[in-house]
């Protein structure tokens, strides 16, 4: 803290003048790289397609409006199966994520050097794969259809969730959990009576939000085989029938805003 | 009834935070435990029943080494000691019900207690306790919503449903007013003497300790300095045991005014 003294007042201010000259440079400095990069960008782009780009954009949203509404009868049993995707793979994710968390939190692990690494390891390896490639994996181990997209949402929530239970786990008051256990009770009853009560609001808020990212990660799945709405969407594509291709952006979108709302409820309700 | 023997605890940091305690308390006797903060008061309460393990030494309950208990046999003997926590360490987001039947935990099986099938008389005697420190139309109530004097009544039923021998009170009244504090210290020491119970307190305010309890023991860097009757307390001692400071007026008979207090309720 700076503090100069001019004629017996003491003058303040933030920073001493040194570390506002370094400051300076500093935003200096980003500047120079930000215009040096535009101009990399610029070198290698091809301005004519750039140029082209209203006319072309213009052009689809002509063929693509209005949308061909009678497909709407169609597209009842892939959303169907896109919200049982993400809704399935939630569920799953969940069962399997809370014992890999109360593993991994350092205050309830059995073994910090063996069993919490493991642990880790599995939140680290399931989180870092996009379930789109999840999906791939499975379509072909398991083949197309909606079963591989629920096992990769699944598999691709795990990671997620356990992680933030986990965090959860390792931030609970420990004096409660201390209170349970002297009054002689087992391992198991110190979990239910010291703990769980103390993560349940972390966890229905995890849950919720995890099934609210899902329903948008499984509308894509359709786009590999994986089922649900993106198969519409792939074949509206492959196709180029852009007023199927709007009806069906429509409909995601509306899912989307509908399970937002749901979620926001459900979450409002707990806290 | 609860005799320690040299009893010592070494932190990994190196701090030695009791140096070789020899205490005994007999049945039924209530001893307020003061001493500055670090003395060592919180390690050597939790010592006793083991949330925090000794270094060496003996920790008898009747004829059981507390201290040499495998895990099942040391659950067996948690159920023996009631502790009263200072943040009332209540399952916050549990009912007022729950946390006292909580108490019974060492006594029931898992699933009963998942599923809060408690045995009758366990019900029971949880809302006798409750009616006896004046909580009984809170039953239904979450631990969130009460008061810190309501909070630390229930810790007091959840101790005590256990049926303990013994009670650790681990600074009871740090968290409240005075004058719920009073009322705290009072309810603590009537129900040992109903029951017969022997206790531990922990306690920073000596002139309430002097209230309410017959024997006092000063702690100073893990080690006993004081032991005896309250009014032993002289301004020598109490600088013996917190440093250098004008104690004529912390032990100054203070007037007892809870017949006001009473009054006033």
């Known amino acids: ?43 290698s782009t091809t301005w004519f397609f750039v140029w082209d780009a209203p006319r072309i954009a213009n052009d ?43 593993l991994a939190a350092r205050n309830t692990t059995p073994s910090g050097l063996f069993i ?40 691709r929530s795990i990671g997620f969730c356990a992680k933030l239970l986990y965090e959860a786990i ?89 399970s937002e709302w749901v979620s926001a409820k459900i979450r409002g309700a707990i806290i | 009834m609860l005799q320690l023997k040299k009893l010592t605890k070494n932190y990994k940091t190196g701090d030695q935070a009791l140096k ?24 050597l309460i939790r010592c006793v029943n083991r949330l925090v393990e000794p270094t060496s030494g003996e920790a008898m309950l009747d004829d059981v080494d507390l201290a040499k208990l495998g895990s099942g046999a040391l659950r067996k003997a948690r159920r023996e000691m009631g502790m009263i926590f200072q943040e009332y360490a209540l399952v916050e987001r549990l009912t007022v019900m729950e946390n006292v039947l909580s108490g019974r935990l060492g006594y029931v099986g898992f699933w009963r207690s998942f599923l809060r099938r408690y045995p009758q008389s366990d ?12 909580l009984l139309h809170m039953a239904d109530k979450r631990a969130d919503e009460l008061s810190g004097g309501q909070r630390q009544r229930v810790g007091i039923c959840r101790a005590l449903i256990q049926n303990p021998k013994l009670l650790l009170v681990d600074e009871p009244t740090a968290s409240l007013d005075p004058k719920t504090s009073r009322q705290i210290m009072r309810l ?59 104690w004529e007026a912390t032990i100054e008979k203070i007037e007892d005014d809870d017949a006001d207090i009473e009054a006033a309720e």
């Open chain 1, 1 to 43: 803290m700076p503090v100069r003294e001019q004629n017996g007042t003491q003058i303040w201010h933030r920073r001493t003048g040194r570390e506002s000259l370094v400051r300076w440079f500093g935003w200096l400095l980003g500047v120079a790289v930000f215009v040096y990069c535009w101009q990399i960008i610029s070198a």
């Open chain 1, 116 to 155: 919490r690494p493991i642990a880790l390891l599995i939140i680290v390896s399931t989180r870092s794969i996009n379930s789109l490639i999840w999906a791939l994996l499975l379509i072909a181990i398991i083949g197309p259809g909606v079963f591989a997209g629920v096992v990769a949402i699944a598999i």
């Open chain 1, 170 to 258: 390792e931030e609970i008051d420990q004096s409660q959990v201390e209170a349970i256990a002297a009054t002689g009770a087992s391992r198991w009853q110190v979990m239910a009576y010291g703990i769980v009560p103390q993560i349940m609001p972390a966890f229905a808020g995890i849950a919720v939000f995890r099934w609210d990212i899902n329903i948008r990660e499984s509308t894509v799945l359709g786009l590999v085989g994986a089922g649900g709405i993106g198969l519409q969407l792939s074949a509206s594509l492959n196709v180029l029938a852009w007023p199927q291709v709007s009806l069906i952006l429509l409909v995601i979108l509306l899912a989307v805003v509908i």
């Open chain 2, 123 to 134: 019900v029971d005697e949880a809302f006798r306790l409750l009616d006896r420190v004046g």
């Open chain 2, 20 to 43: 070789s305690i020899d205490l005994e308390v007999p049945k039924g006797q209530v001893l307020a435990l003061i001493g500055p903060s670090g003395a060592g008061k919180s390690t």
């Open chain 2, 188 to 246: 603590i020491t009537e129900l040992c003497r109903e029951r017969g119970l022997a206790a531990i307190i922990n306690i920073h305010d000596v002139a309430l300790a002097q209230m309410f309890v017959p024997r006092v023991v000063g702690l100073r860097f893990g080690e006993i300095v004081f032991d005896g009757p309250p009014d032993g307390l002289t301004p020598e001692k109490l600088t013996e045991i917190y440093g250098e400071e004008d």
């Open chain 1, 60 to 102: 689809i949203w002509t063929r693509a409006t209005p949308p061909k509404w009678e497909y709407v009868t169609q597209l009842g049993r892939p959303i169907w199966d896109t919200l049982n995707i993400a809704t399935l793979g939630t569920l799953i994710a969940l069962c399997l994520a809370v014992p890999v968390a109360f």
